[in-house]
Structures are given as C-alpha cells and as structure tokens.
C-alpha cells in the first residue's frame, strides 16, 4: 500500500479496480492546514485523464504490473497476436490498444508485454526499430527545389519523411518514441 | 540550486531584512533549532534528531522570550516539517518571525507592507525608476498602494462553491482554500486574507465580540502564500485545552508527544503579543521569479 505522501510523478497505482499512473502532481499545504497531494491521473488501460485531491490518511493499492518478453507474431484486423517464447502461451491486444505502436510492428519482432494482474494492457518497444522502405520515389541527383526530406513508407505502412537519398529496398532506422528516421542501416 | 548571481540576491534581501528590523528597534535572537519538546500541531510532523525534535518554528522559543522582557525581536532561521515536498515546500526551509508586545495582528499587518516596500526599494534601486527587481514575479505590482484586506468569509462569498460553514462541515476548508481561493489572492497587489474560523487556529486569541473568529491572517502576492500572523493567545489555561484537543488529532507518524509546559507556565506572563512566520525561500521564488522553491536554496533534495 502506498499513503498519499509517498504520490510521485510517475507511480502507478490502482483506482476503481484499474491501473492508473500519475502524470502530474503538486503537494499543497494552506497555512497549518491540512497536506492536500493533487494528482493528475492517466488511465493506463484506457489513457482517460482526471485530477483529482488527496488527504494524507488516503491509502492507495500499488498497481501490480508486469513485464513480459513476448515475440509479436500477426495481426488479424484489429487482433494483433504474441507469443511468449517460454511457454509459447499467445494472446492478442487491439489496435486500440496498441496505438500507434502498430506502425513499427514487423512479424518476429521482440516486445515488452505489460501486465497488469493477468490481463495485457500495452506493449513496449526497442526504442530503434530497423524497417525496411517499401515505397520511395527516386531522387533525382542535383534536384535544387530545396526541400531536403521526402515521404516514403515501410514494411508496416508507416509514412514518414527521410532525407532524399533513401532508397526503396534500404533498411532504415526509426525512433519509436518520435516516430522519426534515424538512420539508414546496412545490413 | 542558486547560482552565483542568485546567492548574492539571497544574501542582499537577509540582509535588507536585518537592517529593516533593526530600524524598527526589533532585537535580533537566535534560539535553539533542536527542542525537546514542540508546540502540537496536528497538520504538522517533526523530524527527530536523537532523542530531541528539530524545530518547526520558533515559536515557542521567541514567545518565551516576550515573557522574559523582550519587546520587539526577530529571527531568521531553518525549520523543518517532515513530508513537506513540492513546488512551494522544502522538509528544511528558511523562516522569518517577528514578535512584538502590545500589538495585535493589525500592526503585523502594516510592519508586512513596511517590511515588503523596504526591500523592495533597497533591492530595486532609486525611488523613481521602480523597476521590478530581479526577475520579479511581482511585475508592477504598485507596492505603495494600500494592500487588500479580505477577509476569509468575503472570500468564500466570492469565490467559494461552498459557503464557509459547509465547507468547515465537510472538512473541505483546506482544499476550498487551495483550489478555489489562493489563485485569486494578491494578483494586482498583495493580500491580506484575515479573520479564520476558530478552529483554524490553535495559538490565536479569538476576536472580541466574535468568538467564531480567531484573529489570524495570511499574506498572499501573486497566489503564494507567503506568511501567517496573528494575535497571540495569552491565556496558558485556554492554550492548554486547545493543545489538549490538538494532541488528540495527531497522526501515528507524529508519535508520542508531550506537552511544552514552561512555555504554558511562562505564556502568562506575557499581557498583549502578536507574532508572525514568514517564509523567506517563498519571497524570493517571487523576487527570481522561479515556480519551484529548489531553485532559490543553495542545495535542495536534488542536488546530492
């Protein structure tokens, strides 16, 4: 159990039966009045937002999660399906889910499963995922209309700008947490 | 953390306080930080350093020292409050406190305005330019106009969802107080939020005439609260039921705790006082214009 004095930015704890992290908080304390810990909370299961005030005789239950490694194997519309590589045991999470992590999913890939209690509710990705560039105009050498990126698609039919010389065929790198080009890898 | 620039604005303001209190004839004291005994106050929690307490204030201490002949003294020194982390409280901050006899909280009042303008005019510069100092929060803030006195019932009528007595009811005094009030307080000048209820004050004498009423007030500039200040409460017999009943609000953290009887035995000789705590770390988040109270001390939780 945590006590409203030990609310940080960051902890995860458990509200209504579902697992919450504190995305902002301010202590308060009114001249010798009582301690007031004001929270803004995320849902981490359905990313819905509030704030609410504690007292400091407030008790709150820590949020029980888990990580898991697991490999992500298909999606089947909106059911995207993993396997845990101990015990080969699968499950799926949706799409809604997933957000926009689904743009760097290719079938293989190793992820973070998160628990909490025996139910996933998101996955976590390698910070650099290599991609391969399945669409991408040519560039034109000694093209002068100044623009230095241009858009191309990967594997997972994510759209994003590169600079020109990325080819169709290359591998590049991509920040999962900026969704932006790194780097263009050789493998 | 301070940098060079801001110890030295640190220092420039302790020491335009000093010379402010020593015009005034207020005798500087020191008195001890460890206590083996504290005032009870149930919204508060001492750190212990062996088998003695650190202090929260100096109250105590600087009220025994009315009894004792003092008649106007200061005091600039560390307090230290348990649990008390955030953007406005350090467990180890830097108090100011003032007593003097034969007062009441109105002249606390006014040595606030007196207080506040002389070192804004010693820090600022010459008279005329007035130019907010350092990278004040205070803005134009015209320091010479007569503060804002409200007092806790007007605001509640105000701004309040909630009628003070609901509130008090309820137990929401503190976060109506919090949430719907202090933003509002001190934004074109200073305020002064006066006349608590009586539960709200365990050291303050009870206005006459109007005993729901403690006569306590606080000082808010730009929504911070900056200082609490009232007439002291003279009568060791009352003071002692309100620490019996105090006591017995304490929360298990707080432990055992007794209570400080010399200063009961001594309060009595005390005939009229009033006294207040100003936080010092919190004016000059206001003077550097920081939002977070670790920027204005030379060493906070983060930098070890």
């Not at chain 1, 845990?84 to 699968?90: G, I, K, R, V």
């Not at chain 2, 509002?184 to 009870?206: K, N, Q, V």
Request: aromatic share 10%; with cysteine; proline share 5%.
């Amino acid at each position: 159990m945590f006590s409203a004095s030990d609310l940080r930015k960051g902890l995860k704890i458990v509200l209504d039966g579902e697992p919450h992290i504190i995305a902002d908080f301010q202590f308060s304390k009114p001249g010798k009045g009582q301690a007031l810990y004001r929270c803004k909370l995320k849902n981490m299961i359905t990313g819905s937002q509030f704030t609410n005030t504690y007292r400091s005789n407030d008790k709150f239950e820590k949020a029980d999660l888990e990580q898991r490694k697991m490999q992500y194997l298909y999606n089947q519309g909106d059911e995207y399906h993993f396997m845990d590589t101990d015990n080969y045991e699968q499950l799926f999470l949706t799409q809604e889910q997933l957000g926009t992590n689904i743009n760097y999913l290719v079938d293989n890939m190793e992820v973070e499963v998160l628990f909490f209690g025996t139910r996933p509710i998101d996955i976590s990705l390698p910070i650099f995922v290599n991609l391969l560039v399945t669409q991408a105009d040519p560039w034109a050498r000694g093209d002068t209309s100044g623009t230095d990126t241009k858009p191309i698609t990967v594997e997972t039919n994510y759209k994003l700008q590169v600079p020109p010389f990325v080819e169709e065929g290359d591998k590049i790198q991509i920040d999962t947490r900026t969704g932006e080009y790194v780097t263009r890898v050789k493998e | 953390m301070l940098n060079l620039e801001g110890l030295h604005l640190r220092a420039a303001l302790f020491r335009s306080i000093r010379s402010f209190f020593h015009n005034e004839n207020f005798l500087e004291v020191d008195t001890p930080v460890r206590q083996p005994v504290l005032i009870p106050e149930c919204n508060i929690v001492p750190i212990r350093a062996g088998s003695l307490f650190l202090q929260t204030s100096p109250e105590q201490c600087m009220k025994r020292l009315l009894a004792r002949g003092c008649r106007r003294i200061f005091q600039i020194c560390p307090c230290f409050r348990a649990n008390e982390q955030g953007r406005q409280h350090l467990e180890e901050f830097t108090m100011l406190e003032w007593y003097r006899v034969d007062s009441d909280y109105q002249d606390l009042m006014t040595d606030c305005e007196k207080l506040l303008r002389h070192v804004f005019l010693e820090l600022s510069g010459p008279r005329q330019t007035r130019q907010p100092i350092f990278g004040s929060r205070l803005g134009t803030m015209f320091l010479d106009e007569p503060w804002e006195r409200l007092s806790v019932g007007e605001s509640f009528e105000k701004l309040s969802p909630v009628t003070l007595k609901t509130a008090m009811l309820e137990n929401r005094f503190d976060e109506i107080i919090v949430e719907h009030i202090e933003p509002h307080l001190g934004i074109s000048r200073p305020t002064f939020l006066y006349d608590y209820p009586a539960e709200c004050a365990s050291l303050a004498c009870l206005k006459p005439g109007d005993e729901c009423l403690a006569e306590r007030f606080e000082l808010y500039i730009d929504g911070l609260e900056l200082a609490n200040g009232f007439s002291e409460l003279t009568n060791p017999d009352e003071q002692r039921r309100r620490f019996l009943k105090e006591l017995e609000l304490l929360q298990p953290e707080h432990g055992e705790m007794m209570l400080p009887e010399r200063f009961l035995e001594e309060l009595g000789g005390i005939e009229k006082a009033a006294g207040i705590a100003f936080g010092l770390d919190r004016l000059l988040m206001l003077l550097l214009s920081e939002e977070s109270i670790d920027e204005v001390v030379s060493f906070s939780a983060a930098d070890w």
